[in-house]
């Protein structure tokens, strides 16, 4: 028989066929009567595959009668069934004695063309070994010729193809959930109820093999409780918790569970998050997902929150947490915590100067100074533009405290390079060492009152905290406060004091200085300049004396009274932007001739910042009116501003002329004074004269010009005629008979 008879054979298969003889009682045929049986849309389509023609033609006419729908194809051997097979079976038939196939070859030939349809094996010989081989090696079953009616080879071929749909659907969704399983990112596996692995997807296995031994690394009937128990890949603490959590999904106490932790890698640390979901009627699944990305973000920010994005220091959030620690640590281990608050000196001037990028770039570079100079444990945070807080929190005693300070001022010793600029750097530090129940902001607000208090004694300071200063800074807030309401309040009030010119004897100037007619009495100088200085109430209190002196002095002049008047300037003003608008306005204002002004300022003020107070200087002389250097010889011992600065006088500061014509040393300072003065075309004013040793002494000595009680107070204006004219009489006076 040919290939293609058969196949036309198959074809011609009368269907439906007969009725099968002697069938069920009810006369239904199997297919009907099987409730079991599928319900096909298309027929069976049966391959028989026999070389005998009797057998073949017996069983297609059984198999007719039983199944009428049935397509049956016979062919006689595999080579003529393999093409067939490409088309459309759902179940072969197959002799195991076929001429170009013997034994169980026909079977896996078939199953290999087609490993997704029913098989039967049907056989002349009664071989239990051989049956059991063939349904072993995927027969779905074997029969032997003869033993069997129509009807139970029918109800076999029905079994067969059923149970193989059965399992192919079976099979493709275990495919499906394979396939489901490993498509999922996070390694993840299933537990049974006793929390043991029964499966695992792709990305477990690669996460198991890349991390050998780790927790995620456990394979198929692995117990996930006993990974946890040894901890495997996870700290103490997550496996207790991922046990505990595990263990409640599967009790069906949680819906759900979800830990994050961290694994530390050979090259970095990644973190996960297990997440723990019940399987209905199985047990559980367990994701471990990578949430190293999110986390990082998350970290990130959490740091720019904590951070000084210049220095990527603490800031002030994280400064006050780790003193919050600190402290508490300091109360359990009786140990005291130091913070220091450390001002950049003059660093304005700098940024003013070089530019805010330079500016930025000296802040970092002194961020990385003072973080050097600490140990681990210990923190430096930047708490404002040029604050920096240190916080050291096992500090034994202040003297302690004191050289950890100094190693803070030590580290910013070494010039700076900066965009090519040296520049030498000093800070202010104030120290403070405390322990609970202080909290944070107390040492906080007393390490800046020393500080504050380091700042005012020049620069690269170091100062502790005491007591006392505390009662100062007490005393500031009070009068700076008090201070403001004085302004607004008008309780100031200009004394004068005469100068005298000590070769014609006559008076040509006064000195302006500033009275606080307080509430609770009138306040000198000395007791609120420095504050008003600190706080910068200086400068509109300055500019209400200086406007105050000019429309004295105008007024003055139009009474035709001849006499210059002198300003003090402290640094403050000289270093204020507007300094030199405030004396034109000021002089605009009044009418008086810019020539009667004289501004006096102090050495230190002039030295701060050397280059700016060349150039207001230079607009003051500009405008018409002269410098002065008050209280010379008590400030810095640098001689070079007076070449470079356009100076008419030099005050001589009363503590060297107070021992003129007694102190042989004050008679050589004074005398080098008026010959420095000389020397760079100024005139020299003696200040403190008291008596007339001291003025005899000073004209014998060349000096032009003298102010003190000898020559009278600082009156209010309305005194000063009378004053004048007390200071004439003095002047009278012959000076031979006192030197
Ligand atoms: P100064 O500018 O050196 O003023 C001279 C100070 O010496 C004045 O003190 C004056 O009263 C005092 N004095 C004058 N002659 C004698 C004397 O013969 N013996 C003694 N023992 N003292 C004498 P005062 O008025 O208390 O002012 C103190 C300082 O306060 C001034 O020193 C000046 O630096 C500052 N000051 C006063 N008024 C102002 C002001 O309006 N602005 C600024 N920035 N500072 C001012
Ligand atoms: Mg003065
Ligand atoms: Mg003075």
Known sequence: MSLSSVAQRATALPAPARRARGSVSSGATLSEAFALAPQPERPLRILLVEDSRADADLLVEMLEDELPEALVS??????????????????AITDLSLPDAEGLQALSAILATRPDIAVVVMTGRQDRRLALQALSEGAEDYLVKGSHDARSI???????????????????YEQLATSLLDAMEASTCAVDGAGTVIAVNQAWREFAKNNGGSAIGTGIGTNYFAV?????????????AVAAGLQHVLDGELGRFEQDYTCHGPNEERWFSVRINPLPATGAVLSHVDISAAKRSELALAHLTLHDPLTNLPNRELLADRLDQALAWAGRQHRSVAVAFVDVDQFKRINDSLGHSAGDELLGAIAARLSCSVRDGD??????????????????????????????????????VIKTAKLTVTASIGVVIGRPPQRPEDLLTNADAAMYDAKGRGRGQIRMYTEELNERVATRLRIEEELRHGLERDEF???????????????TAVEALVRWEHPLGRRMPDTFIPVA?????????????????????????AAGLDLHVAVNFSARQIGHPDVVTSIETALEASGMNPRRLMAEVTESSVLEDAELARAVLAKISALGASVAIDDFGTGYSSLLYLKRYKIAALKIDRQFVAGLGTNAEDDAIVASVIALARGVGAVCIAEGVETMEQYAALSDLGCEYAQG???????????LVETLRACRDVLAKPTEAAS
């Open 154 to 172: 029918a109800t076999a071929v029905l079994f067969a193809t059923q149970r193989r749909s059965a399992n192919s659907e079976a099979h493709r």
């Open 709 to 719: 009680y000898l020559f009278g107070r600082p009156v209010a204006s309305g005194d």
């Open 493 to 507: 009030i200009l004394h004068y004091q005469p100068v005298v010119d000590l070769r014609s004897r006559t008076v």
């Open 533 to 557: 200085e600190a706080t910068g109430i200086i400068v509109p209190l300055g500019n209400w004396v200086l406007e105050q002196a000019c429309r004295q002095g105008a007024t003055w002049a």
């Open 379 to 416: 923190t430096v945070a930047r708490v404002a533009g040029d604050e920096f807080v240190v916080v050291w929190p096992r500090v034994a005693s202040v003297d302690e405290a004191e050289q950890l300070a100094q190693r803070l001022r030590a580290s910013l010793a070494e010039p700076f």
């Open 228 to 240: 946890c128990g040894e901890a495997h890949g996870f700290d103490i603490a997550t496996a207790t």
């Open 74 to 91: 016979v062919c006689a051997t595999v080579g003529e069934a393999l093409p067939l097979l490409a088309g459309p079976v759902d179940i």
